[in-house]
Nanobody
Framework: QVQVAESGGGSVQAGGSLTLSCQLS????????VAWFRQAPGKGREGVAV???????HYLDSVKSRFTISQDRAKKTVYLQMNNLQLDDTAVYYC???????????????????WGQGTQVTVSS
């Protein structure tokens, strides 16, 4: 059974950095597309960044200059390096995976079959 596990959340002051990790286990598909979503209190979920096993990636415009998504294909692990964190980056961050998508803009809006449990990121002033 496929498992998606996030780690690396925490609390940081504005301007600080965090790196989130997302590991896929029991991934029996040839390819993957992994996206990071976030949901702030009282707001809807939004796609932040996405990468696929072919090396394509795409970002939400508001994080493009601050966040970097990367991967270790051998470990089937995807990372989200978040720099210069701002107060409105506070949210629960979720990792989602699917074999059907390519990491283009629409991949931040489509449905994913596999989800992690989420990890809290809190940015304080």
């Amino acid at each position: 059974q496929v498992q998606v596990a996030e780690s690396g959340g925490g609390s940081v002051q504005a301007g600080g950095s965090l790196t989130l990790s997302c590991q896929l286990s029991q991934w029996h598909y040839t390819k993957y597309c992994v996206a990071w979503f976030r949901q702030a209190p009282g707001k809807g979920r939004e796609g932040v960044a996405v990468i696929d096993s072919d090396g394509n990636d795409h970002y939400l415009d508001s994080v493009k200059s601050r966040f970097t998504i990367s991967q270790d294909r051998a470990k089937k692990t995807v990372y989200l390096q978040m720099n210069n964190l701002q107060l409105d980056d506070t949210a629960v961050y979720y990792c989602a995976a699917d074999s059907r998508w390519t990491a283009i803009e629409s991949a931040l809006r489509v449905k994913y079959n596999y989800w992690g449990q989420g990890t809290q990121v809190t940015v304080s002033s």
